[in-house]
């Protein structure tokens, strides 16, 4: 089963969520999606197994061949190309379609390799943890997501934590997920972010439930609105500042505790229950 971790803004609790359940889940993949970012890998500290660059097809201009003809720039529809008195490549916006070196008729143009960051695999006790790291100035994480995501074994239950937000790389993440758990903070501002991301799951028709995180009693915005639309919430984590000390020291929750373990435990058994 895969189950994704997502959250419409940062700081919610999604990494602990995903860490602890895939702790407490005993075989598991924990995928590290991410990457801008990536800190799943300072909880279970892993023993690396391997690593690998992460690298694309960026093209390259012969300006001794090139005529200046302008049919590449015309071509390409991500604007990543322009003709200001010589043929200009936009590395940073390019999608490497490979589409204007196979259209150029003079041979100007050809590929050559880009490294944009790599992915690192290594073993906490019964985890696999994959760990995607974007290099800095780079526009898109998304070819180190779907490395990522291909790595894994489809034998165990894999848990992915997605980036925050909604957009392509949260995207590329829940695309084969079998169900979504989104977490959410009990604020308007909580809210707004749970709401951007129900679309989200929606558009992807993919089975999904809200778990609340921070929870300190009434009012809570996050959990009326699954009610009134008859989201399922899948639990709720108070707020702890026993919880939040832990997690701060870099301490896996299920592991330091049994109250977190059968908490967590309970979570994945709902959501197992839930995708049924």
């Known amino acids: 089963m895969k189950i994704a971790v997502l959250s419409g803004k940062g700081g919610t609790g999604k990494t602990l969520v995903s860490v602890n359940l895939a702790a407490v889940s005993g075989a598991a993949d924990y995928i590290d999606c991410d ?9 279970f500290k892993p023993q690396k197994l391997f690593a690998e660059s992460v690298k694309l097809k960026i093209p390259v201009v012969d300006y001794a061949v090139c005529t200046g003809c302008r049919e590449c720039v015309e071509f390409c529809k991500f604007n990543a190309l322009a003709y200001i008195k010589k043929l200009i490549i936009f590395d940073k916006v390019c999608h490497s379609c490979g589409g204007c070196v196979r259209l150029c008729k003079y041979k100007a143009l050809r590929e050559q390799d880009k490294i944009i960051g790599n992915i690192e695999v290594g073993k906490a006790d019964n985890v696999t943890v994959y760990t995607g790291i974007l290099n800095v100035g780079e526009a898109s994480g ?31 993440s ?24 129900i679309e989200l799951v929606k558009l992807f028709e993919k089975p999904h439930g809200v778990i609340l995180n921070k929870c300190a009693g009434s009012p809570n915005p996050s959990e009326q609105y699954c ?11 108070n707020y702890d500042n026993e919880l939040g000390a832990i997690n701060s020291n870099g301490e896996i929750a299920v592991n330091a505790r049994e109250k977190y373990k059968t908490l967590f435990l309970s979570l994945l058994n709902t959501i197992k229950e839930a995708q049924k």
Do not use: W
């Open 35 to 43: 990457v801008e970012e990536p800190n799943g890998h300072l909880f």
């Open 142 to 172: 998304v070819p180190i997501i779907r490395r990522l995501l291909s790595l894994a074994d489809d034998c165990c239950d894999t848990f992915i934590d997605c980036p925050p937000g909604s957009a392509c790389a949260v995207m590329e």
């Open 174 to 197: 829940i695309k084969d997920a079998d169900y979504c758990a989104l977490v959410a903070e009990p604020t308007v501002f909580g809210l707004h972010n749970l709401q951007m991301v």
């Open 227 to 237: 009610i009134d639309n008859n989201i399922a919430v899948l639990g709720k984590i």
